[in-house]
Nanobody, 123 residues
Framework: VQLQASGGGLVQAGGSLRLACAAS????????AGWFRQAPGKERKFVASINRSGVRKEYTEDVQGRFIISRDNAKNTVYLQMSSLKPEDTAVYYCAADVTNWISRNANDYHYWGQGTQVTVSS
């Protein structure tokens, strides 16, 4: 099973990016999925999660109203649309999949991880 995260980059504050997480070797439609981020020198933190069908979503308070998690099960891909980006959003963003409880914010509960994509927001 491989999760390939893409879409990161350098953007100015107030800008937008869309991250994508494509799965291979596994039907992602069977899994709840999520996004986490890790800033330099800090622990990996929960950003958002989505259940298998894509109907139910959960966000950390820091991104509520600015980020949207979605999925296209036909394309085996989960997305994170990020808007109104702030310098404090700068981090490596990781997608994760296969968690028992879709609202879990614990990284240890997820079984599969992508390699991470760097997001840098300049002020």
């Amino acid at each position: 099973v491989q999760l390939q995260a893409s879409g990161g980059g350098l953007v100015q504050a107030g800008g937008s990016l869309r991250l994508a997480c494509a799965a291979s070797g596994r039907a992602l439609r069977n899994d709840h999925a999520g996004w986490f981020r890790q800033a330099p020198g800090k622990e990996r933190k929960f950003v958002a999660s989505i259940n298998r069908s894509g109907v139910r979503k959960e966000y950390t308070e820091d991104v509520q109203g600015r980020f949207i998690i979605s999925r296209d099960n036909a394309k085996n891909t989960v997305y994170l649309q990020m808007s109104s980006l702030k310098p404090e959003d700068t981090a490596v963003y990781y997608c994760a999949a296969d968690v028992t409880n879709w609202i879990s914010r614990n990284a240890n509960d997820y079984h599969y991880w992508g390699q991470g994509t760097q997001v840098t927001v300049s002020s």
